[in-house]
């Protein structure tokens, strides 16, 4: 419930709310609609005649794909992160250091402990959403 406020306040706040994850986007994509989260940039998987190969279809949208993948999909519209005035980012996994750095408001939420020790080491704020 918690994380779903946090949406709900982004969302009023008239921001551009999306989910960027490692994840398929056949798994993500009902999180993404329970979330009211239109925009979803995942990893998609390769499928050849109705079957998935195993394989990924384009670039993974993991640590800096993530970035790459963000930033392509803002290109097509015109935008970059400087379009925006604030750029909020919330991740658990060091992983995604190179998103949280381009991001203007980087938050750690439930952190690893690698990427705890950097959100503290560098003032950014740890949320706990759920005990």
Same mark, same amino acid.
């Given at each position: 419930? +918690?994380?779903?406020?946090?949406?709900?306040?982004?969302?009023?706040?008239?921001?551009?709310?999306?989910?960027?994850?490692?994840?398929? +986007?056949?798994?993500? =994509?009902?999180?993404?609609?329970?979330?009211?989260? @239109?925009?979803?940039?995942?990893?998609?998987?390769?499928?050849?005649?109705?079957?998935?190969?195993?394989?990924?279809?384009?670039? *993974? +949208?993991?640590?800096?794909?993530?970035? #790459?993948?963000?930033?392509?999909?803002?290109?097509? =519209?015109?935008?970059?992160?400087?379009?925006?005035?604030? $750029? /909020?980012?919330?991740?658990?996994?060091?992983? @995604?250091?190179?998103?949280?750095?381009?991001?203007?408001? *980087? $938050?750690?939420? /439930? *952190?690893?402990?690698?990427?705890?020790?950097?959100?503290? +080491?560098?003032?950014?704020?740890?949320?706990? #959403?759920?005990?």
């Amino acid at each position: 419930p +918690s994380a779903l406020e946090l949406v709900a306040q982004h969302k009023a706040q008239g921001a551009v709310c999306m989910i960027i994850t490692a994840t398929n +986007s056949f798994v993500t =994509r009902p999180i993404a609609q329970r979330f009211g989260v @239109d925009e979803l940039i995942a990893t998609e998987p390769e499928e050849i005649n109705g079957e998935f190969t195993g394989k990924v279809k384009g670039q *993974p +949208s993991f640590q800096a794909g993530k970035v #790459l993948r963000l930033n392509e999909w803002l290109s097509a =519209r015109g935008w970059t992160l400087n379009s925006f005035e604030s $750029v /909020h980012f919330y991740s658990d996994s060091i992983n @995604d250091l190179p998103l949280l750095e381009a991001a203007t408001h *980087p $938050v750690a939420v /439930h *952190p690893d402990e690698r990427l705890s020790a950097i959100a503290q +080491s560098r003032g950014w704020p740890i949320l706990e #959403l759920f005990a």
